[in-house]
């Protein structure tokens, strides 16, 4: 039964901390006044870039004022002119690597929308990995325990005294068999 | 009856180490558990306290213009520094503009620096915009953000009145369209005021 019991714990504390450790968002601001929509074209027709060729570049890329947008799903004005200026890179001849480069100098690497690999930020990395391996591991055994401490051939949970105590579990088998065989 | 007991005693003895094993995995979990929410807990406090808009001394920061010029705030020691974080895509920061550019203009040669740093903004919009309010004084990009991280800025327009001796004497969130207010704002950072 302590079996099952720390199996369960393993589990609840390894799916815990699999959720704590994901990386979370970096508390970059939502400003209010970024709430501004432009209805304008984003693309002007006289270059040869699509909308397509932009969304192409801006799916790689991070909304920097919002939380988890990407920059071609969002509709705040400054990603609006974000998209234009990738358009500009890409009628220049940039491609998608450089035009990356060039918003991570600008802004951050929040802009890749994954944390840089310094300070507190590699445990988002390491952690989740690390505890998924060693978290594995323990429930592996812990179900190799668990399989092993059934009878062989046991179709069902076996007819004992379900007890804490082992010892008087099998203080209670001895003196019934030999009470079986006094009396059978 | 000698063979039970040991029997017996061997299977106690298995117990014990088996319970023993169990603590020991039980207190190692804890302690990366604990060890977990340290972290976390530290991690929060570090982020709570980077969130704080800057007060007192102001934090230095370097940046360049768009026309290439760097500029250090510790340079500007002696003179009071009107600085403004503004955003090409930001409708606010249109209201101040002109008020901005016209204190410039004026004060300037009374040992008042205005600058300007355009957060999370795209060059090309904020040279039009720049050229669209005929704005003169110091601008350029603030980039990756570090200037805004220092001085914890929640948004634009935010500006900071620093005085001569590089402390915050004022911090105004959001556009200043009120000519007085401006006024008695720049005579906190006047050098050579007393009346601070």
New interface residues.
């Given amino acids: 039964m302590?079996r099952i019991k720390?199996g369960l714990l393993?589990l609840f504390?390894w799916v815990s901390?699999s959720i704590?450790?994901l990386p979370i968002g970096d508390?970059e601001?939502a400003?209010?006044?970024?709430g501004?929509v432009s209805s304008a074209g984003a693309i002007s027709a006289e270059v040869n870039v699509t909308p397509n060729d932009v969304n192409e570049v801006a799916k790689e890329l991070w909304c920097?004022?919002c939380n988890g947008v990407r920059l071609d799903a969002c509709e705040?004005?400054?990603c609006e002119?974000?998209r234009?200026?990738i358009a500009?890179q890409l009628a220049e001849g940039q491609n998608k690597e450089q035009i990356k480069n060039y918003f991570v100098?600008?802004?951050?690497p929040q802009v890749l929308g994954e944390p840089p690999l310094e300070g507190?930020n590699w445990?988002a990395w390491i952690?989740p990995f690390l505890v998924l391996g060693v978290g594995g591991v323990f429930l592996w055994r812990a179900m190799q325990r668990m399989i092993a401490a059934r009878p062989q051939g046991a179709t069902s949970a076996p007819l004992q005294p379900v007890t804490d105590e082992?010892?008087m579990a099998?203080?209670y088998n001895?003196r019934l068999e030999e009470e079986l065989k006094r009396y059978g | 009856m000698a063979d039970?007991m040991t029997e017996?005693t061997v299977?106690?003895e298995a117990?014990q180490a088996h319970r023993r094993s169990?603590r020991i995995w039980q207190a190692i979990?804890t302690l990366?558990?604990v060890g977990?929410i340290i972290?976390?807990a530290?991690?929060l406090i570090?982020?709570n306290q980077s969130?704080h808009r800057a007060s007192g001394q102001a934090p230095p920061f370097t940046f360049t213009t768009f026309e290439g010029e760097t500029i250090s705030l510790e340079d500007l020691r002696g003179k009071g520094v009107v600085l403004n974080f503004w955003?090409?895509?930001?409708?606010?920061?249109r209201d101040e503009a002109p008020l901005l550019e016209a204190m410039w203009r004026r004060e300037k040669d009374n040992g008042i620096v205005f600058i300007g740093l355009d957060y999370?903004?795209?060059?090309?919009?904020a040279k039009a915009y720049l050229a669209e309010f005929g704005i003169t004084y110091p601008n350029g990009?603030d980039?990756?953000?570090a200037a805004a991280r220092r001085y914890g800025?929640?948004?634009?327009p935010e500006t900071f009145f620093i005085d001569a001796d590089g402390m915050i004497q004022e911090v105004v969130v959001g556009p200043i369209v009120n000519q007085a207010q401006m006024e008695a704002l720049l005579d906190k950072i006047r050098p050579g005021n007393t009346s601070k």
């Fill in positions: 302590y720390y393993f504390i901390v704590a450790a508390a601001r400003y209010a006044q970024t501004e920097p004022l705040l004005k400054a002119q974000m234009d200026l500009e100098e600008q802004y951050g507190f445990l952690l082992p010892v099998n203080e001895r | 039970g017996r299977s106690l117990q169990v979990f990366i558990l977990f972290l976390l530290a991690r570090q982020t969130e955003a090409s895509w930001c409708a606010p920061c999370l903004d795209q060059e090309p919009a990009p980039l990756q953000s800025i929640k948004g634009v």
